[in-house]
């Protein structure tokens, strides 16, 4: 389906721009073929009907005789604007009641509320951009880390889309090439190169690979490596949780178990987003309320990406440290093991420990080898599972599964190659892959895709 079928909306649409709150300023954005006219009906000033495209004009907003505001007027004539229509865009005093007696004046000369995400809909319909760089305004909006900023501002300039259309580019000139030879029915002929064809397709599927495989790391980037502190009662896990998140959030205390429930938070370490969990540890217990944190803890062991077993140096043996840690059913997960308190042990063997497995030493209490442990934390997300073959970085689950699409299509392309199948079928499969790769910019659309991706943004985006 082309975007053109979308063209239907002539309402002019309103909505806050800026968050909810007193702030200095809000700031109210008006979109449609009667911005201007409406803006200019509530608009005491300069007539706004007679002014040039991207200039800002200083009046008041009034009901009848009533005074609401002093206020900036910004305009923004078709096609240059966020939405290529007329845009206007009106800063007011940001106290929520003056945003909602403006909005109501705007309503009541004509325009309607926009819905969630519309404005941006309207760009990607408007041909703005393409739906992934529409999502990734979303994403940038919402990026909280110098990394998952990096990656949306990448989409948003269509770092991402530019790639998609070159797989896609390829991929149309074969399918183009065998639909030819279906034209010409019963003769014989093949103007699609079968073995360049195949070449094509591995390398396509090599690409797609990557893009799959940079999902991991991709996703990390945008909500951040949810990581447990798990360990015994006492062993620092709270101190620890304090000096990593550089503020006092858990309750630290030298009754053990006093952590009860568990405390979550962020903190970007090299701009990249942890999530830490701290927890009530996994010792078996009599009392009921400990017995919940414990089951808790074995819920957020499942959930992590990422395992710190801390424990006290001068109460653990390297033998039960081996206990401990056969114990701890990470699920293949990484586990770093983290010794504490190494300020209060004395002949300190070492050795004794690292021959169980790879331990840092640290003393959470004077921040003693804290650098160390965010180097390796580091470190770890940069290595395994989460490396990426791919400078482009896939954060968005839509586009990851018609990535696997694409490539299911594509294995079965070459199953055809490999049988000899006729010409139909090899296109009709080449046309599978197409479909999926399209989905992706919104070269193929459909209004329920758009749906449930525009629904997701807030009012006023
Ligand atoms: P949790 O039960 O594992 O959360 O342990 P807490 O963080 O509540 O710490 C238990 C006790 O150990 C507190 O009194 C902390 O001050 C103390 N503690 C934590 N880390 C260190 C450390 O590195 N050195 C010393 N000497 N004491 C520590």
């Given at each position: 389906?082309?975007?053109?079928?979308?063209?239907?909306?002539?309402?002019?649409?309103?909505?806050?721009?800026?968050?909810?709150?007193?702030?200095?300023?809000?700031?109210?954005?008006?979109?449609?073929?009667?911005?201007?006219?409406?803006?200019?009906?509530?608009?005491?000033?300069?007539?706004?009907?007679?002014?040039?495209?991207?200039?800002?004009?200083?009046?008041?907003?009034?009901?009848?005789?009533?005074?609401?505001?002093?206020?900036?007027?910004?305009?923004?004539?078709?096609?240059?604007?966020?939405?290529?229509?007329?845009?206007?865009?009106?800063?007011?005093?940001?106290?929520?009641?003056?945003?909602?007696?403006?909005?109501?004046?705007?309503?009541?000369?004509?325009?309607?509320?926009?819905?969630?995400?519309?404005?941006?809909?309207?760009?990607?319909?408007?041909?703005?951009?393409?739906?992934?760089?529409?999502?990734?305004?979303?994403?940038?909006?919402?990026?909280?880390?110098?990394?998952?900023?990096?990656?949306?501002?990448?989409?948003?300039?269509?770092?991402?889309?530019?790639?998609?259309?070159?797989?896609?580019?390829?991929?149309?000139?074969?399918?183009?090439?065998?639909?030819?030879?279906?034209?010409?029915?019963?003769?014989?002929?093949?103007?699609?190169?079968?073995?360049?064809?195949?070449?094509?397709?591995?390398?396509?599927?090599?690409?797609?690979?990557?893009?799959?495989?940079?999902?991991?790391?991709?996703?990390?980037?945008?909500?951040?490596?949810?990581?447990?502190?798990?360990g015994?009662?006492?062993?620092?896990?709270?101190?620890l949780?304090?000096?990593?998140?550089?503020?006092?959030?858990?309750?630290?205390?030298?009754?053990?178990?006093?952590?009860?429930?568990?405390?979550?938070?962020?903190?970007?370490?090299?701009?990249?987003?942890?999530?830490?969990?701290?927890?009530?540890?996994?010792?078996?217990?009599?009392?009921?309320?400990?017995?919940?944190?414990?089951?808790?803890?074995?819920?957020?062991?499942?959930?992590?990406?990422?395992?710190i077993y801390l424990f006290?140096?001068?109460?653990?043996?390297?033998?039960?440290?081996?206990?401990?840690?056969?114990?701890?059913?990470?699920?293949?997960?990484?586990?770093l093991a983290v010794a504490n308190?190494?300020?209060?042990?004395?002949?300190?063997?070492?050795?004794?420990?690292?021959?169980?497995?790879?331990i840092l030493f640290i003393?959470?209490?004077?921040?003693?080898g804290?650098?160390?442990l965010?180097?390796?934390?580091?470190?770890?997300?940069?290595?395994?599972?989460?490396?990426?073959?791919?400078?482009?970085?896939?954060?968005?689950?839509?586009?990851?599964?018609?990535?696997?699409?694409?490539?299911?299509?594509?294995?079965?392309?070459?199953?055809?190659?490999?049988?000899?199948?006729?010409?139909?079928?090899?296109?009709?499969?080449?046309?599978?892959?197409?479909?999926?790769?399209?989905?992706?910019?919104?070269?193929?659309?459909?209004?329920?895709?758009?749906?449930?991706?525009?629904?997701?943004?807030?009012?006023?985006?």
């Amino acid at each position: 389906m082309s975007n053109a079928s979308f063209f239907s909306n002539h309402d002019t649409i309103v909505a806050v721009a800026t968050a909810a709150g007193k702030g200095a300023i809000a700031v109210i954005r008006l979109s449609g073929l009667q911005a201007v006219q409406i803006a200019n009906s509530v608009f005491k000033g300069k007539d706004l009907r007679t002014q040039a495209s991207h200039t800002i004009h200083f009046g008041t907003i009034r009901d009848g005789a009533r005074l609401v505001d002093e206020v900036l007027v910004s305009l923004f004539l078709a096609p240059h604007s966020y939405t290529k229509e007329n845009v206007v865009e009106i800063s007011c005093h940001g106290s929520d009641y003056i945003v909602q007696e403006i909005i109501k004046l705007l309503l009541k000369n004509g325009a309607r509320l926009a819905q969630a995400g519309e404005f941006t809909k309207r760009a990607f319909l408007n041909g703005q951009f393409d739906l992934a760089q529409a999502e990734a305004v979303a994403d940038l909006i919402a990026a909280d880390s110098s990394k998952s900023h990096e990656v949306a501002l990448k989409q948003m300039r269509g770092g991402f889309s530019a790639e998609i259309k070159a797989l896609r580019a390829q991929l149309i000139h074969f399918a183009s090439l065998i639909e030819l030879e279906l034209d010409f029915g019963e003769e014989d002929v093949e103007f699609a190169d079968r073995s360049a064809l195949e070449n094509l397709i591995h390398e396509l599927q090599r690409l797609i690979r990557n893009l799959l495989q940079s999902f991991a790391l991709g996703n990390v980037i945008k909500n951040g490596v949810p990581t447990v502190i798990v360990g015994k009662p006492n062993a620092g896990k709270s101190t620890l949780l304090n000096v990593l998140l550089n503020e006092e959030k858990a309750i630290v205390s030298d009754v053990p178990g006093t952590t009860r429930d568990f405390i979550e938070d962020e903190t970007s370490i090299e701009g990249i987003s942890f999530r830490f969990i701290d927890t009530a540890g996994l010792r078996e217990t009599q009392d009921k309320v400990e017995a919940i944190g414990v089951e808790r803890s074995r819920q957020k062991i499942e959930e992590a990406a990422l395992i710190i077993y801390l424990f006290d140096v001068n109460e653990l043996t390297p033998a039960d440290l081996a206990l401990e840690l056969q114990s701890l059913n990470s699920n293949g997960k990484p586990v770093l093991a983290v010794a504490n308190k190494v300020d209060l042990a004395s002949n300190l063997n070492q050795a004794a420990y690292e021959a169980v497995t790879p331990i840092l030493f640290i003393a959470a209490a004077d921040k003693t080898g804290i650098e160390l442990l965010k180097e390796k934390l580091i470190s770890t997300v940069n290595q395994g599972n989460l490396n990426t073959g791919s400078s482009t970085i896939v954060t968005n689950l839509r586009h990851y599964t018609s990535l696997e699409q694409t490539y299911q299509a594509l294995d079965a392309v070459l199953q055809g190659l490999s049988t000899g199948i006729s010409g139909d079928f090899l296109a009709a499969d080449i046309r599978r892959a197409l479909y999926a790769l399209g989905e992706i910019t919104g070269d193929i659309t459909t209004d329920d895709l758009l749906e449930n991706i525009f629904s997701k943004f807030c009012i006023g985006k």
